[in-house]
């Protein structure tokens, strides 16, 4: 009993039909719960409803006999409305709490407990509620002997007919009078309610019935039948009979399974013959396959060996292996056919021996074991694969990679390869010795950033991510020197990790050199200016002089001026010795040898304090200049003071150009043009002039050093070659346009700060 149990348990046919029988019976049980709850809820509300109503229609019918204190009249519309049959209890209660008429004469004069349950409405809460909520005055509640009832308390309020009457002593504060107290029986609806349960439940009953044995009839026929016949074809097609015929009648998914287990059962039959056919080709593969297969017992001697061992060593069966084709008189030390024979795992190892021509040979081994029907393992299979060529291209890749550091090491400039996130230094060659004072073993794992100033590292780490080369950055020694580096970024691979190919040059002395070249192409500007700047310091000590005098004449006849002229030479005196010294600090900060190190420049500032010393002798010379500047220019990284020397070589020139023209031409125009702007993320800046314009023979020349179309003694070739240099470390471009004779126009552009 107990084994067909189990067995019928673990059918799929009792498996859904208990799982359907489960959900269906809640299904229904559930819709029966709902529906029963639903109709008792809306007999319940009409109870109330009616009760409501009822209770309305005896306040209105006795509010005129109230009104007149017709005490009978009160009493006989009370006793008729009670008599009916569903109506347990009629009060009317007074303001103290007293019955003062009822249906029942043996309640009338008792006084009732605010705490009572038809009382807690009101009384229930402080301070006591006048008004209340038709569901929160009605109650429900079981008599002695279990029938159920409807109570509804309805106060009766204090109108303005009431207060005003002639024959009541009420007055116009209070508001409540009294309560009116109905009872109904719920005698019929229970009944009704017990009734539509009953029904309600026969009828869920029958549903689920009939619903489940429909459902069961379905299963049985187009599922447990179909199914069962599969099963019968499956097991015909495990044991190997030829005929796996599934008929179910059915062309819906069930009959879609019976033909795919029919052609599942010639397949596997077709199966069947390519995998004999299959096995025949391994065992012709095993006897051709190019690599050398042995098969060896305990004593390490040969029991089977495919073709291309048998060509290569000519060996005999049961001959010892390491005496075929190694040439030893006994075991090889290091033996992984012993090592499978001891553990039963695959081993692998490389061995050398030397092939019947005599040429020495390497392969790799591995062996792995062949079992009895016991589990244990009776014989070994060691399977070579020739390895001769590849041990000759590892050993040419070792002479690559010595020849490669060789010259890693070698080369003169310091290299680094850095993780391409972390920029750690991963290695570098000897010569960062030479440079920075470090040994190799010094600097390996390290930030590569260490190598610069802390307050730049940040900078430098964004520019290492992004740039292809850093024309010029400022690094520092172990010994805390400053040097100057160009650095080539280019992105590399160094076993198998993205790295960093950073080689660095060192640039300082060039630097020196270029700043020495550019501080003497200062002094011969300062020289070409002398004598615009002995003009602009001659006119505020003019100024300075002619006060002076004023102040000694006042010295020696007192009375002739007045005090308030006296104080306005003293202010023209200290305005024009500020003058001066402004223009004397102007040439003394153009003079100095500024550090290698750009910063955030705003060019309209630099541009205007270039003219500061152009702007008295161009007035002199009667040359007008025009102003386009744009307001908010975006900023550009450069350094003040080399920017401002490119300013005066181009305003130099565009004066030298319009004198030299003006010299031929008296009446030609004299003007030169300054104007800024911004477009994107670059920043523009043009300088042009009417002058006599730039050959095109030579205008390819003129950024050349030393190369100069002014006459011999005035000038010397380097200013606009230091000029290109300057702009050029800015990350800039300088452009020139020109037409011979009419004008020459220098268009500079730069990228803007965050872009720089």
């Not at 590569?448 to 520092?476: M, P, T, V």
């Not at 002395?509 to 200016?529: C, V």
């Not at 025009?626 to 550009?636: F, T």
Request: glycine share 6%; net charge neutral.
């Amino acid at each position: 009993m107990w084994h067909l149990w189990q067995n019928i348990r673990q059918r799929l046919l009792f498996k859904v039909l208990l799982t359907v029988g489960v959900i269906l019976l809640g299904s229904i049980g559930l819709w029966s719960y709902f529906n029963v709850t639903y109709q008792k809820n809306t007999l319940m509300g009409n109870v109330q409803t009616n009760l409501l109503e009822l209770t309305e229609t005896i306040r209105l019918g006795a509010r005129y006999a109230m009104l007149h204190n017709a005490r009978r009249d009160i009493e006989q519309i009370v006793n008729n409305i009670g008599k009916q049959e569903k109506i347990r209890n009629i009060r009317i209660f007074n303001k103290k709490g007293m019955i003062a008429f009822s249906n029942q004469q043996e309640e009338l004069g008792r006084r009732v407990n605010k705490r009572e349950e038809r009382c807690r409405s009101c009384h229930g809460r402080e301070p006591v509620q006048s008004t209340a909520e038709p569901d929160k005055r009605i109650r429900v509640f079981r008599s002695d002997s279990g029938q159920r009832y409807m109570g509804i308390i309805s106060p009766i309020y204090n109108e303005p007919t009431c207060y005003q009457a002639s024959c009541h002593a009420h007055t116009k504060e209070e508001k409540v009078l009294g309560l009116l107290d109905v009872v109904v029986s719920l005698r019929g609806t229970d009944e009704k309610l017990a009734a539509y349960e009953k029904h309600t439940l026969f009828f869920a009953l029958f549903v689920f019935l009939a619903t489940y044995l429909a459902f069961v009839l379905f299963v049985q026929r187009f599922i447990n039948r179909p199914v069962t016949g599969m099963i019968r074809a499956t097991q015909r097609i495990a044991r190997g009979e030829p005929d796996t015929r599934v008929d179910v009648g059915q062309r819906d998914e069930m009959g879609g399974l019976a033909r795919a287990i029919e052609d599942m059962g010639r397949e596997i039959e077709q199966k069947h013959k390519e995998i004999t056919r299959e096995r025949e080709r391994y065992e012709q593969l095993y006897g051709l396959v190019p690599c050398l297969i042995t098969v060896q017992d305990r004593q390490y001697r040969l029991i089977s060996y495919n073709r291309e061992f048998e060509r290569k060593f000519a060996p005999k069966r049961w001959e010892y292996c390491y005496r075929a084709y190694k040439g030893r008189s006994e075991k090889c030390v290091e033996c992984p056919v012993e090592k499978t024979f001891r553990d039963g795992r695959v081993h692998t190892s490389e061995e050398s021996g030397y092939v019947r021509d005599g040429s020495q040979a390497h392969w790799l081994v591995t062996t792995a074991p062949i079992h009895n029907p016991r589990g244990k393992v009776e014989a070994v299979m060691e399977m070579c694969l020739d390895i001769t060529e590849r041990k000759k291209l590892e050993e040419d890749l070792r002479r690559s990679e010595n020849k490669y550091w060789a010259i890693f090491n070698n080369i003169p400039n310091p290299v680094f390869v850095l993780d391409s996130e972390r920029l750690t230094i991963i290695d570098c060659n000897d010569r960062v010795l030479s440079l920075y004072g470090y040994r190799k073993q010094e600097l390996l794992q390290t930030s590569f950033l260490d190598l610069f100033l802390e307050k730049e590292r940040q900078e430098y780490a964004e520019l290492l991510g992004s740039s292809a080369y850093i024309q010029k950055s400022r690094q520092q020694t172990r010994d805390g020197a400053i040097v100057y580096t160009a650095i080539r970024v280019s992105p590399s691979e160094y076993n198998d990790r993205k790295v960093l190919l950073v080689t660095a040059s060192d640039i300082t002395k060039r630097l020196e050199t270029e700043q020495q070249l550019i501080q003497s192409s200062k002094m011969t500007t300062l020289g070409e200016m002398a004598s615009g700047i002995a003009h602009e310091l001659n006119q505020p000590l003019t100024v300075i002089r002619t006060a002076s005098n004023f102040l000694a004449r006042k010295r020696r006849d007192p009375g002739t001026f007045s005090e308030e002229t006296v104080g306005s030479m003293l202010e023209e005196i200290d305005a024009n010795v500020e003058r001066a010294t402004k223009i004397i600090n102007h040439m003394r900060e153009f003079s100095r040898k500024p550090e290698v190190r750009l910063e955030s420049v705003q060019l309209n500032s630099v541009l205007q304090s270039a003219m500061d010393i152009f702007s008295q002798q161009l007035k002199l010379r009667e040359i007008e200049v025009v102003w386009d500047l744009e307001p908010e220019l975006p900023s550009i990284r450069g350094e003040p003071n080399q920017l401002e020397q490119v300013f005066i070589n181009l305003l130099l020139n565009a004066r030298d150009a319009i004198e030299e023209k003006a010299g031929r031409v008296p009446e030609a125009e004299k003007r030169i043009e300054l104007a800024t702007w911004s477009e994107g993320d670059r920043v523009f800046v043009l300088v042009q002039d009417t002058g006599r314009g730039i050959p095109r023979a030579v205008r390819d020349r003129i950024f050349e050093p030393f190369y100069t179309t002014k006459e011999v003694g005035k000038g010397t070739g380097l200013g606009l070659s230091i000029s290109y240099r300057i702009v050029q470390d800015c990350g800039g471009v300088i452009r020139v346009e020109s037409e011979e004779g009419s004008y020459a126009r220098f268009v500079l552009e730069f990228p803007r700060t965050e872009d720089a």
